[in-house]
């Protein structure tokens, strides 16, 4: 499989993603970054910049598949509004570009990138780093997440192979 996957880390501020090619065993990165949107920019705007971004970058890469983490937030009700708001654009950037997102809870991309469900953030910026081969972690943190959310989706692709051919 030589096919470019995307993951996406959603955010109001920064939304992180990455595009990464699997050759042979090996994974190789392709783009990574963030998009990032003013604070006191009115909501609609915000969602307007991260869903044509990513929808230029998707157009650019032309990802096969694609990943994105599922929505988590204990405390604050508040944001964890704006971020599912982020995640829907996301998501739908997704769709009008053909692709229907694998959706990852936090502790299933630790696993797959670490193979510990209770890795800490530097524990995973280290893994992805070194199963990426690259000289330093990807910065900022949430360009690393998209990465690792692109890595997660991967593995998950490649157990669904197997598992449909068994």
């Given amino acids: ?5 995307l993951g996406i880390d ?8 990455g595009f990464v090619r699997q050759v042979g065993s090996s994974l ?6 963030v998009v990032t949107t003013p604070a006191k920019m009115p909501m609609h705007e915000r969602l307007q910049i991260i869903y044509r971004e990513l929808d230029e970058l998707i157009k650019e890469h032309k990802p096969v598949s694609a990943g994105i983490e599922k929505l988590f937030f204990s405390k604050n009700v508040t944001t964890g509004i704006t971020v599912a708001q982020a995640r829907g654009v996301a998501i739908l950037a997704m769709a ?4 229907a997102p694998g959706e990852y809870t936090p502790m299933q991309i630790k696993q797959s990138v670490c193979g510990y469900g209770g890795a ?5 910026q280290q893994m992805v780093k070194t199963l990426l081969g690259l000289e330093k972690i990807p910065r900022p943190d949430d360009a ?9 989706h991967l593995h998950s ?10």
């Fill in 1 to 5: 499989m030589s096919e470019i996957v």
């Fill in 10 to 17: 959603p955010g109001t501020a920064t939304t992180g993603y």
């Fill in 28 to 33: 190789k990165p392709v783009a990574y970054g």
């Fill in 96 to 99: 009008d570009n053909g692709l």
């Fill in 120 to 124: 800490k953030k530097p524990q995973i």
């Fill in 144 to 152: 690393a997440d998209g990465l690792a959310v692109a890595i997660c």
């Fill in 157 to 166: 692709m490649q157990t669904n192979y197997l598992m449909r051919n068994l």
